[in-house]
């Protein structure tokens, strides 16, 4: 069965140091990787995706995240953050085995950027 | 930049009474989708719809649910007989064709009383 694992609950890091939110995954085939943002009472927001390529994928905000087949990882990173960031943030998977393209979602990571 | 669209924003509901959430898709898109988060916990697929017709459901979707797009633009959300465990926030999401990427609304939370 296809799935992702957010290890963290919460990652608290200091305004401009960089950040790392994980996401591991398990899947059938080739991974297709996603991650999204949800801010409070907002919907999810595309941040960016991997499918084939480069193992640095670039997106929205300043944020990037590195694509790593033999640790089965995928995570999100940003060189400085901003207390802007602080956000609920989503790692999903494609479901490859189904034919529609649903996603499979991990539990979350809450980032908190701290002044 | 066109973007999905839901409403209401929040709904309250007795339980046992019937539900419609509403969807706007991104107008050229072909896939759609919701969604279900239960406060404090991950997203969880329901239902996928293509060419007028449900083309996958999870275990969650019963009988109770049902999904339409009655016209041209809405795509909508369903529920019959509400319960105590609907209460969630419903996200509804399309895509287009040649693309994996789904694009998401800003939710409806529903309460069941």
């Known amino acids: 069965a296809q799935s992702v694992a957010q290890p963290e609950d919460q990652v608290n890091v200091a305004e401009g140091n960089p950040l790392t939110v994980k996401c591991t995954y398990s899947?059938?085939?080739?991974?297709?990787l996603f991650w999204y943002v949800q801010y409070p009472n907002r919907g999810l927001q595309f941040l960016l995706k991997?499918?084939?390529?480069?193992?640095l994928v670039k997106g929205s905000y300043g944020f990037e995240a590195e694509f790593n087949k033999s640790q089965t990882s995928f995570h999100l990173k940003k060189p400085s953050a901003l207390v802007s960031d602080s956000a609920l943030y989503f790692c999903?998977?494609?479901?490859?085995?189904?034919?529609?393209?649903?996603?499979?979602f991990g539990t979350g990571t809450r980032l908190k950027v701290l002044a | 930049e066109p973007e999905v669209t839901q409403t209401p924003s929040h709904q309250v509901t007795q339980m046992g009474q019937e539900v419609i959430l509403r969807c706007v898709p991104i107008?050229?898109?072909?896939?759609f989708y919701w969604y279900r988060q239960i406060l404090g916990q991950k997203v969880e697929f329901l239902v996928s719809?293509?060419?007028?017709?449900?083309?996958?459901k999870s275990e969650i979707f019963d009988d109770q649910f049902s999904v339409e797009r009655p016209d041209g633009s809405n795509f909508t959300l369903k529920i019959r007989s509400t319960k105590l465990e609907d209460s969630a926030m419903y996200f509804c999401?399309?895509?287009?064709?040649?693309?994996?990427?789904?694009?998401f609304g800003p939710g409806t939370r529903l309460t069941v009383l």
């Open positions: 719809f293509y060419n007028n017709e449900i083309s996958e």
């Open positions: 999903a998977v494609r479901d490859g085995a189904s034919g529609t393209y649903k996603y499979i």
């Open positions: 999401a399309s895509r287009g064709g040649q693309t994996d990427t789904q694009y």
């Open positions: 107008s050229n898109h072909l896939y």
């Open positions: 899947v059938s085939g080739n991974p297709y």
């Open positions: 991997y499918i084939t390529g480069d193992n």
